[in-house]
């Protein structure tokens, strides 16, 4: 244990292009030393891995990027639910530093209060990005990128935001990345326990439900209508203006947030 947090093994990096990737490589020689809730953070990822193929970069010292090793002990159809509830977990640390948060599916939380309001995102903007990866050990690596410090410049898009820019209480990446442990070891705990109801609480933390979104991949629209729930498996269940029910399991969703 690291202090009094569930972190059972940290290991800190000055700069790596990504903290998945390295702790990926670090399971393949050595699963035995990376058990539950252990993580590998960086003070400087230069190429952080994001959905379908991108990668990203953050300012030095202003973000906690960081990757978790993490051996859930749920049914493989429970499984795809593991990066839903590390949202869920980095949704309550926003709340914990005092904003209002939720979840934008598939894989970024999203904090409320911006001055201006943003096609496809309201007042709502990105803090947070969340990568999950099964690894052949057993392992599920949660990678959590949280912008902290970042101001408007050093921000990559209109819809992104940082801990700072939004009033967040704490700012300190430290204290964060115990918060963040402790809240993510919560929410596995919670869904070993009783998966329906941990299931349930992510669908009450998802902005993206009850809201008109537009489903592309590869630029092309796949499918529009209303975000009505997630189905057993974590999928986006989108409802046409037929009535018909198509689910999303992966694309990029444009909200039409308020």
Do not use: Y
């Not at 640390?93 to 939720?102: F, I, K, M, P, T």
């Not at 934008?104 to 007042?123: C, E, I, T, Y």
């Amino acid at each position: 244990m690291v202090g009094n947090s569930p972190l059972h093994h940290l290991v800190v990096q000055e700069a790596t292009p990504s903290t998945n990737t390295a702790l990926s490589a670090l399971l393949d020689s050595a699963p035995e030393e990376w058990p539950h809730i252990s993580a590998l953070a960086t003070d400087h990822q230069t190429a952080g891995k994001g959905r379908a193929g991108r990668s990203w970069e953050t300012p030095r010292g202003a973000a906690l990027t960081v990757s978790f090793a993490t051996w859930p002990e749920v049914s493989e159809t429970s499984l795809p639910w593991v990066g839903l509830v590390a949202a869920q977990a980095l949704v309550d640390v926003c709340r914990d530093v005092g904003l209002e948060a939720a979840i934008k599916w598939p894989n970024d939380v999203v904090v409320n209060g911006a001055h201006k309001s943003l096609a496809g995102w309201g007042k709502w903007r990105k803090c947070v990005g969340i990568l999950t990866e099964a690894h052949p050990s057993g392992a599920v690596i949660v990678g959590v990128g949280l912008n902290v410090s970042q101001d408007q410049h050093e921000l990559p898009v209109p819809h992104a935001t940082s801990l700072l820019q939004s009033g967040a209480t704490e700012i300190n990446r430290g204290t964060l990345l115990g918060l963040v442990a402790v809240r993510l070891a919560q929410r596995l705990s919670a869904l070993e326990r009783d998966t329906k109801a941990a299931r349930r609480e992510v669908m009450a933390a998802c902005v993206t439900l009850g809201n008109s979104v537009v489903v592309t991949h590869d630029d092309s629209v796949v499918v529009s209508g209303k975000a009505s729930r997630l189905g057993q498996a974590g999928e986006l269940i989108v409802t046409d203006s037929r009535g018909q029910e198509h689910p999303v399991f992966a694309g990029d969703v444009q909200v039409r947030m308020t």
